[in-house]
């Protein structure tokens, strides 16, 4: 009877030794696997304030957009006489976004734009962009960021003008366009905090007299969350405007550049997000508030303004 007894024991033994590295096995690998998951929403929308965020589209999703900005909330053009700002609008886009898939996102818009009269008049701005996801952050950090590359190109409508030193006295069809190019390198922190960075490539086919064709930049952006629902948004895009374009705005023109600030309260309801921002851009499209803001923060020229998302899905 013993050695039966002892040979049960050793059988059992065995089978829950086997078994605790086989369970062990599977905690390992499935920790494995979760490290090599990507990181999503690291910006809850596609935009972070004035400025683009890596975030595509899902694939076959539609999104519809609406951006708005107000006039001056203070200083000479705002206050109590335009209802701080409410009155005026500088600028108004409606636009769509298309997931091709979820890598690759496309879009198709009209915006109104805002020439601040002296290094740029073009209005009536019709869009095509497109945003590929390069890379994507994974939980484990084997990839430590994610990298998506943007791209636009805009065409002016309006008629042209009789002033020969305006970017808008055209010559041909080609001097109404500008394209902008971007990567948008971010990283998400933890689920409070995510952080951007975007090199970017402005390319206006005419320009002002003195103004710039190629201007290079550099964009920042953050997204902190403070509620399940609501998060703190601010982004700023540094020009690197060449100082003889600068000098001679400022010293013929009278005119100063200022580089676009963005600070905004993010609310995500369902199948919107709301953001509502205060910014010193009159402009929403990237080829025109990157070179040409010319509004102060210190002089109350800044304004609000809003965007509204809302996500359709085409196909299941």
């Known amino acids: 009877m013993k050695p039966i007894f002892f040979l049960l024991l050793t059988c059992i033994c065995s089978t829950a030794l086997v078994a605790q590295d086989e369970l062990s096995s599977l905690f390992n690998d499935s920790e494995a696997e979760q490290k090599r998951l990507p990181v999503i929403a ?17 694939k076959n999703d539609l999104l519809f957009v609406v951006k708005h900005r107000f006039g001056d909330l203070a200083g000479s053009n705002g206050g109590v006489k335009t209802f701080f700002g409410l009155d005026n609008s500088t600028d108004i886009l409606i636009g769509f976004d298309y997931g091709l898939s979820d890598q690759w996102s496309i879009g198709l818009g009209r915006a109104k734009g805002a020439p601040n009269g002296i290094s740029t008049h073009q209005r009536q701005l019709f869009y095509v962009n497109s945003k590929y996801r390069l890379i994507q952050q994974t939980f484990g950090d084997q990839v430590p960021v994610s990298v998506s590359l943007f791209g636009n190109a805009v065409v002016s409508t309006m008629e042209k003008t009789d002033l020969a030193t305006s970017d808008a006295s ?21 689920d409070k905090l995510s952080l951007a ?9 005419y320009v002002s007299f003195h103004d710039m064709n190629n201007l290079f930049a550099l964009g920042i952006g953050s997204r902190m969350k403070f509620s399940r629902r609501m998060a703190l ?8 405007r060449s100082q003889e374009s600068q000098d001679y705005f400022l010293e013929q023109q009278e005119f100063k550049f200022y580089n676009p600030l963005g600070i905004g309260l993010e609310i995500e309801t369902g199948g919107h997000v709301f953001n509502l921002s205060f910014t010193n851009s009159t402009a929403i499209l990237e080829n025109q508030f990157i070179p040409g803001t010319s509004s102060s923060w210190a002089d109350g020229e800044f304004r609000w303004g809003f965007s509204i998302t809302r996500t359709f899905t085409l196909k299941d």
């Open 197 to 205: 960075l975007s090199p970017t490539y402005v390319r206006r086919n």
């Open 170 to 190: 055209f010559q041909k069809f080609g001097d109404r366009m500008s394209y902008v190019a971007q990567a948008i390198i971010t990283r998400k922190f933890s």
């Open 233 to 240: 948004v601010v982004d700023y895009v540094f020009s690197f």
């Open 42 to 58: 690291t910006f809850k929308s596609p935009w972070i304030i004035n400025g683009q965020s890596n975030e595509t589209i899902h």
